[in-house]
């Protein structure tokens, strides 16, 4: 099992990135699919999930500004993020089947002001 993150970065405020977390080694179809971000000195915490239908749920912090999506012939779960803030500062991780499931390495987002 794999989960692979790409397109962290350094943008400015109000600027956007696209993360992408391919996937390999199990069903993906059937997985919720899930990103988390964890910033200096703070727990780790849920931003958004896609189901199996490619609905979306998002934490209230990111409403509005995130967006997810899959596409599951590619095995791969995109987070669209828009109006970044310096608070969005942290390593973003994939994962699926929840907390005790699969996670990839990680990939930084830094945001300045």
């Known amino acids: 099992v794999q989960l692979v993150e790409s397109g962290g970065g350094l943008v400015q405020a109000g600027g956007s990135l696209r993360l992408s977390c391919a996937a390999s080694g199990f069903t993906f179809g059937r997985y919720i699919i899930g990103w988390f971000r964890q910033a200096p000195g703070k727990e780790r915490e849920w931003v958004a999930r896609?189901?199996?239908?490619?609905?979306?749920n998002y934490a209230d912090s990111v409403k509005g500004r995130f967006t997810i999506s899959r596409d599951d012939a590619k095995n791969t779960v995109y987070l669209q993020m828009n109006s970044l803030k310096p608070e969005d500062t942290a390593v973003y991780y994939c994962n699926a089947g929840g907390v005790g499931g699969f996670w990839g390495q990680g990939t930084q987002v830094t945001v300045s002001s």
């Open positions: 896609v189901n199996s239908g490619g609905s979306g």
